[in-house]
């Protein structure tokens, strides 16, 4: 009988244990340094008095923030009383309860957590901490305001990508895209709660107001042009991208001609052109009126003399767009000359189509390009895995 009690108080102990375990993992775990970070950012000022903060598990463990505070440099202290659990890789957003609910994203009109507007702000030149249990968990400190190329309120945000693994979350902030599927309300470009858009200063090809930089060594202009004409003869979603592959090179004035000439015999044209997979004719206007932007800003005074009419009208190009609208204005009308292929996808790209004879990677002739460009065929082909991908992607999101 005693060895039964025995028994019996021992299940009972451990039945208790297992339950005060489970309890506790439900309750979540205390965050070390890094757990929990700063991914996105809505500063007050900016906003027509809304802000908000998002936040992001990094970890691979459930992270309960009750108790812990956010701080500002002006001392104001944002206290979670609740219980605020944010699940391994997940985001967490704190918003003022004080801005108009109309539009807004659920994130945003339900955020994770509210306050008072007047009880804590983020403003466009801040320091904010993140501590629990007196420990600093994460900070950033920034000095932002909204591009001023275009009347327009976009967030201050963290780099990242869902497909990176968390262990590699870049450093980098820049502005969200003023893409439309980040749009809310009027004019504002954000992603609260989801996963940021790319920023374009890490990519691996880009430059600045810095022609010296992207320069192609051994580049084959008249070649190249003659590329561009056949890829335009194919009327797709991507025949203009030898032109725009060469728009940070220097150029002679008779080349400045005859791209002008191309420009103006093809740019309707694009408007009707047949998709490439994601690619389609606002990507194509887009990207034809950012090279023509490039060729002429880059230019010397006879070679803007060459390309005036086509500047001109390239500069009202971005207003015709159904998509890449306001992002077409920075690149084409923008202070800062954006330069260089940017990405991978694009730099492997124009190397099939831009001539440069001994330089490895780019075609050394033209005739190279005839005999390795995509067929017709395999065009198809391409389109139709494309297709299937996506509607796979989007019957099972």
Not at 40 to 63: C, F, H, K, Q, R
Not at 119 to 138: G, P
Request: charged share 20%.
């Amino acid at each position: 009988m005693r060895n039964t009690l025995i028994k019996f108080g021992l299940m009972t102990f451990s039945i208790l244990g297992l339950a005060a375990c489970q309890k506790a993992d439900s309750l979540g775990s205390l965050p070390h340094a890094g757990d929990i970070v700063f991914t996105e950012i809505m500063p007050l000022d900016t906003a027509d008095g809304s802000n908000w903060v998002e936040l992001y598990n990094t970890s691979d463990t459930s992270i309960q923030l009750q108790q812990c505070i956010i701080s500002n440099k002006t001392g104001q202290i944002l206290t979670i009383s609740e219980s605020l659990i944010v699940e391994p890789e997940h985001f967490a957003v704190f918003s003022s309860n004080s801005i108009d609910s109309t539009a807004l994203p659920p994130s945003l009109s339900q955020p994770n957590f509210d306050f008072p507007a007047d009880d804590f702000q983020l403003n466009s030149n801040e320091t904010l901490k993140l501590l629990c249990d007196n420990r600093l968990i994460n900070q950033i400190t920034y000095d932002v305001n909204s591009p001023e190329y275009m009347n327009i309120t976009t967030s201050w945000q963290r780099h990242y990508r869902p497909i990176e693994p968390t262990d590699s979350i870049s450093n980098a902030w820049c502005y969200t895209n003023p893409l439309e599927n980040y749009e809310y309300g009027s004019a504002k470009f954000a992603t609260p709660g989801k996963a940021n858009s790319f920023c374009s200063s890490i990519a691996p090809f880009i430059a600045y107001d810095n022609q010296a930089a992207v320069m192609i060594e051994g580049i084959d202009l008249e070649a190249t042009l003659r590329v561009a004409e056949a890829e335009m003869a194919r009327k797709s979603a991507t025949s203009e991208l030898a032109i725009w592959g060469i728009r940070d090179q220097v150029i002679t004035p008779e080349i400045a001609r005859k791209v002008s000439e191309l420009y103006f015999s093809n740019i309707d044209m694009l408007y009707e052109s047949a998709p490439f997979t994601a690619i389609d004719w606002n990507h194509a206007v887009w990207h034809f009126a950012w090279a023509i932007s490039n060729l002429y800003r880059n230019g010397d005074a006879v070679v803007k003399n060459e390309l005036q009419l086509a500047y001109e009208d390239a500069q009202k190009r971005p207003e015709t767009l159904d998509l890449f609208k306001y992002i077409a204005i920075n690149y084409v009308r923008g202070e800062r000359i954006v330069m260089g292929d940017i990405h991978t996808p694009a730099h492997e790209a124009v190397q099939k189509l831009i001539v440069a004879p001994g330089n490895a990677g780019y075609l050394n002739s033209y005739e190279e390009y005839f005999e390795k460009r995509r067929g017709p065929i395999t065009t198809k082909a391409i389109n139709a895995v494309y297709i299937a991908g996506k509607s796979l992607s989007d019957l099972f999101q």
